[in-house]
């Protein structure tokens, strides 16, 4: 399923752990705007050229709730003229609570947005002090109820777990907050230590320690048993989508946006710091606000956007091997795993070894689609070297995707 990214630069805070690019400076946004719309006439035929129609237009940052109503329409507007869309089946816009306005969510409603996602990260006053977010646990709550109260219906909050200072009943109790708002999708992350963040400075001046592993592993597995028992599917690593019998769109409350990366359908992403995807090249905008709006604004419209080649952009075609591992690193994060008939045939035999160590350790399950059928680690040799591959299908069991990073890793083939 194709999707459109746009990236809106523009934050009125810098949180802590934060590493995604964006800019405090206000006042730009006219001329982000205006270099926008010149991006996406560059671009118009990208979804043509790769054969699809995008699906699910996706506003995150930054914090897209920093534009007012009327720069939000203005951006929607030259997305639906500039692809010729009329009705998105998902679209995303995410918002930071403390932007939340009945009147706000109401023209959000009216320009066609019907997915929310919202940034909570805690339901704790100093934790949320401490990442430098600009809400407060109450915000959180009386932005997600002015959400539900002017039509929004499909919402979805963050969560961040495993950082110093979150102890086992923080944690408890920020599931039990998030559990009784009932959103239609959760997504939980662990903290990480971005290039770039406040908090990666913190810990080479020795003012942070990250929380240990073990600790952190049990916060993820409080997050996987709560959430289950609560009736979410966990469909990716980070990833909770409620269940609710004959509700939902057809992919029920997954992401469908978010499932177009993982399962690599073409992508465009518009704006400072976006990436695309064709189905054959990656490419990307620089990280830069003033080198954006420069480029487009100055550019030839009528040049050949496929043969763009600028300091501000980059693009590249993966090889064999980093398709290949890249392929195994976005679809062994979801619940359906890889379907190895989609994998590169040699590399699949190359790599044979290390999942045969890995099956062997309880870190992968093959099977075949539609049945519940494990295969053995003899049986899946014989397919995988006989290339009768269809239907099978490699997953890491929910149990180790903790640690699923590093046993991904262990497959990869070297470039
Ligand atoms: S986490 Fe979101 S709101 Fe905070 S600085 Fe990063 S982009 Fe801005």
């Known amino acids: 399923m194709a999707g459109i990214y746009i990236h809106i630069p523009f934050c009125k805070s810098f949180?802590?752990?934060?590493?995604?690019?964006?800019?405090?400076?206000?006042?730009?946004?006219?001329?982000?705007?205006?270099?926008?719309?010149?991006?996406?006439?560059?671009?118009?035929?990208?979804?043509?050229?790769?054969?699809?129609?995008?699906?699910?237009?996706?506003?995150?940052?930054?914090?897209?709730?920093?534009?007012?109503?009327?720069?939000?329409?203005?951006?929607?507007?030259?997305?639906?003229?500039?692809?010729?869309?009329?009705?998105?089946?998902?679209?995303?816009?995410?918002?930071n609570p403390n932007d939340i306005t009945p009147e706000y969510v109401r023209s959000l409603a009216a320009l066609g947005v019907n997915r929310v996602s919202m940034g909570i990260q805690s339901f704790i006053d100093r934790h949320l002090k401490w990442m430098n977010r600009r809400h407060t646990a109450a915000q959180g709550e009386q932005a997600y109820r002015i959400l539900r109260e002017n039509g929004i219906r499909n919402i979805s909050i963050d969560l961040i777990f495993g950082y110093e200072g979150l102890s086992p009943e923080d944690w408890e109790y920020n599931l039990d907050r998030?559990?009784?708002?009932?959103?239609?999708?959760?997504?939980?992350?662990?903290?990480?230590?971005?290039?770039?963040?406040?908090?990666?400075?913190?810990?080479?001046?020795?003012?942070?320690?990250?929380?240990?592993?073990?600790?952190?592993?049990?916060?993820?597995c409080r997050l996987q048993d709560r959430l289950a028992e609560a009736g979410y599917e966990q469909y990716e690593i980070s990833n909770f989508a409620k269940i609710i019998p004959g509700e939902g769109t057809p992919s029920g409350w997954r992401s469908r946006h978010n499932s177009s990366y993982w399962d690599k359908s073409p992508y465009l992403g518009l704006g400072p710091s976006a990436h695309s995807y064709d189905g054959r090249k990656r490419s990307w905008n620089g990280s830069s606000l003033k080198r954006y709006c420069e480029y487009y604004m100055n550019r030839d419209m009528n040049a050949d956007a496929d043969a763009d080649e600028s300091s501000y952009t980059g693009g590249e075609t993966l090889s064999r091997a980093?398709?290949?591992?890249?392929?195994?690193?976005?679809?062994?994060?979801?619940?359906?795993?890889?379907?190895?008939?989609?994998?590169?045939?040699?590399?699949?035999?190359a790599a044979l070894p290390d999942i045969k160590r890995m099956?062997?350790?309880?870190?992968?399950?093959?099977?075949?689609?539609?049945?519940?059928?494990?295969?053995?680690?003899?049986?899946?040799?014989?397919?995988?070297?006989?290339?009768?591959?269809?239907?099978?299908?490699?997953?890491?069991?929910?149990a180790k995707w903790f640690v699923s990073d590093g046993i991904i890793r262990e497959l990869f083939i070297l470039s």
């Open 15 to 95: 949180c802590t752990y934060c590493g995604f690019y964006s800019v405090k400076d206000r006042g730009r946004e006219d001329k982000f705007i205006a270099a926008l719309q010149k991006e996406i006439f560059y671009k118009k035929d990208f979804f043509k050229h790769a054969g699809v129609s995008p699906e699910t237009l996706y506003i995150g940052g930054g914090t897209p709730s920093v534009l007012p109503a009327g720069g939000l329409a203005r951006v929607v507007g030259a997305v639906k003229e500039g692809f010729g869309l009329v009705d998105i089946p998902e679209f995303t816009v995410e918002v």
């Open 178 to 220: 998030a559990l009784s708002l009932a959103p239609e999708h959760i997504s939980a992350y662990q903290m990480s230590i971005e290039p770039g963040s406040v908090l990666f400075s913190m810990v080479r001046r020795g003012e942070y320690r990250p929380l240990a592993e073990e600790v952190c592993r049990m916060q993820y």
């Open 322 to 349: 980093a398709s290949f591992n890249e392929s195994l690193m976005l679809g062994l994060r979801r619940k359906e795993g890889v379907l190895l008939e989609e994998l590169d045939r040699s590399l699949l035999n």
């Open 359 to 398: 099956h062997a350790a309880g870190n992968l399950i093959v099977y075949r689609e539609g049945g519940t059928e494990i295969i053995g680690a003899d049986c899946m040799e014989r397919a995988v070297k006989s290339g009768e591959l269809s239907g099978y299908k490699m997953i890491i069991p929910s």
